[in-house]
């Protein structure tokens, strides 16, 4: 069987080719056969079972997490007896170890954010206005901003998350420290604050067309203020 490992911080783009291959399958006359982690229906299972269009089948876990260390070692014993084509897809980054415990000559596409991106996350604090919206203006050139947009909300939940919770979200320990640090920079309630206010300018841009860019720029001034 062949293997294909879609992965990365990057959702947007990682999502997009995730999408255009299944679609791409389809489009040849390819079976698409969804393969999930439920104790019903196991993934080796489903991998063995086998189809009447052999290697025309297109296998998908769109969902990295859900595979257990147990099916790693089923598909590194059994992967060579296998018809069809595989493809895994992951919204983080999969470490290097991990990838390890896949079977030798699977293909491996990363699609990770610019730096910039992470840069301008990390200028997110009280008293550092000028600086967060220079960076972010800076990323929106080359990103779309409705995409800069919803990591924004996922970053400040994130801090908020770290904020009220010491275990926070299942990121590596080193970015858990980055973001306590940073969560650290606010006082009181003013994360949550924020949250809220991200989330009725998403309701008003929608529902009124009001546009995204100022009212953007306004709602980080006035949190970072």
């Known amino acids: 069987m062949k293997i294909l490992i879609i992965h990365g911080d990057h959702i947007l783009k990682s999502r997009e080719r995730f999408h255009e291959i299944i679609k791409s399958s389809k489009e040849k006359g390819w079976e698409v056969v969804r393969v999930s982690g439920d104790d019903k229906f196991n993934i ?3 991998l063995s079972a086998g189809t009447l269009f052999a290697n025309k089948v297109l296998y998908v876990i769109d969902d990295y997490k859900v595979i257990t260390s147990s099916d ?5 014993k059994n992967n060579e007896n296998l018809e069809g084509f595989l493809i895994i897809y992951s ?3 999969i470490t ?3 990838l390890k415990k896949f079977p030798k000559g699977f293909n491996n596409e990363e699609f990770m954010l610019p730096k910039l991106i992470w840069k301008f996350f990390e200028s997110v604090y009280p008293n550092n206005t000028k600086q967060c919206l220079t960076l972010l203006h800076e990323v929106v050139k080359t990103e779309p901003l409705e995409f ?3 990591l924004l909300a996922r970053h400040i939940r994130d801090l908020y998350w770290l ?3 010491p275990k ?3 990121y590596q320990p080193w970015r858990i420290g980055k973001l306590k640090s940073q969560a650290n920079r606010f006082e009181g309630s003013s994360l949550k604050e924020f949250i809220k206010s991200l989330a009725e300018l998403d309701i008003k841009v929608k529902t009124s067309g009001d546009e995204l860019h100022s009212a953007l720029d306004f709602t980080i001034a006035t949190h970072l203020e």
Do not use: A, M, R, Y
């Open 163 to 165: 904020s009220i919770d």
């Open 168 to 170: 926070g979200p299942d």
């Open 91 to 93: 919204q983080i980054l």
């Open 72 to 76: 790693l070692t089923w598909l590194q």
């Open 44 to 46: 080796s299972e489903k």
């Open 96 to 98: 290097k170890t991990n």
């Open 148 to 150: 800069v947009f919803h």
